[in-house]
């Protein structure tokens, strides 16, 4: 396998410090200790020992890897593994996939405050699953599913949003039998949507009233209440 031209330990080095001195302060010691890692593996900084052909006399260096969870150079092995029993436990029905986005006008503050306003899509977006499926005008089934958070567009643009896989149904109120959806057809779109707006900007207005956001850099205005009525009447326009 030929090696890639650019991995994310290049665009680490070249662009970390930077990274760090913006966003430092919002970055948990795991994830400081993660760059670090990516940064350092497999490198001289690690130590190494070096290898020797028995045949022709070749000699090499190997440098060590730093283990860390979140390295792709390290963990490929062990990813494709976990997927491989993650597929052995998947039902045998069919699946849909649900994207939620959070507006970009989110974006400054998100960045300044993602453990919060992550940990707020996560459960906006499992109450809304939670609320609509188990309405009996709509599925009237408990459901589940797994979700996944990518902060970043296909562009590399900052873009939050929640990708969910879920069975295509669910178990019925009393856990009688299996509930399916209507033939490609999950739940209502502009139902999910609003609900879903609805409980994340009453969760957002609850963190700012408890002084719970950062309001710093480019979020520094939205310390004056008038400037933060303004961007939730956005918000609330945006479908």
Same mark, same amino acid.
Request: proline content about 8%.
């Given at each position: 396998m030929s090696q890639p031209p650019l991995e994310v330990a290049d665009v680490v080095r070249q662009y970390g410090a930077a990274f760090l001195a913006r966003y430092g302060h919002t970055l948990c010691g795991e994830q400081h200790r993660a760059l670090r890692a990516i940064t350092l593996c497999r490198t001289a900084a690690l130590g190494g020992h070096k290898t020797r052909c028995d045949h022709c006399g070749h000699e090499g260096v190997a440098y060590n890897p730093c283990?860390?969870?979140?390295?792709?150079?390290?963990?490929? =092995?062990? *990813?494709?593994?976990?997927?491989?029993?993650? *597929?052995?436990?998947? @039902?045998?029905?069919? +699946?849909?996939?649900? #994207? $939620?986005?959070? /507006?970009?006008?989110?974006? /400054?503050?998100?960045?300044?405050?993602?453990?919060?306003?992550?940990?707020?899509? $996560?459960?906006?977006?499992?109450?809304?699953? #939670?609320?609509?499926?188990?309405?009996?005008?709509?599925?009237?089934?408990?459901?589940?599913?797994?979700? #996944?958070?990518?902060?970043?567009?296909? *562009?590399?643009?900052?873009?939050?949003?929640?990708?969910?896989? @879920? /069975?295509?149904?669910?178990?019925?109120?009393?856990?009688?039998?299996? =509930?399916?959806?209507?033939?490609? $057809? $999950?739940?209502? #779109?502009? =139902?999910?949507?609003?609900?879903?707006?609805?409980? +994340?900007?009453e969760g957002l207005e609850h963190l700012y009233r408890e002084g719970q956001l950062s309001l710093t850099g480019r979020c520094r205005l939205l310390v004056e209440r008038k400037a933060w009525k303004r961007l939730l009447a956005v918000l609330r326009d945006k479908e």
């Open positions: 283990r860390n969870r979140s390295c792709p150079k390290c963990h490929g =092995v062990a *990813q494709a593994a976990w997927l491989e029993k993650r *597929q052995r436990e998947v @039902l045998d029905a069919p +699946y849909e996939h649900v #994207v $939620f986005s959070l /507006p970009h006008d989110l974006c /400054p503050l998100v960045l300044h405050n993602p453990r919060a306003l992550y940990s707020l899509l $996560f459960r906006s977006v499992s109450q809304t699953l #939670v609320d609509i499926a188990g309405d009996p005008k709509h599925l009237g089934a408990e459901i589940g599913g797994l979700a #996944v958070l990518h902060t970043w567009g296909g *562009q590399l643009q900052h873009h939050p949003h929640l990708h969910c896989v @879920l /069975p295509a149904g669910g178990i019925a109120a009393d856990g009688s039998h299996w =509930v399916p959806c209507r033939p490609n $057809f $999950f739940l209502p #779109v502009r =139902v999910l949507s609003r609900r879903f707006r609805r409980l +994340y900007l």
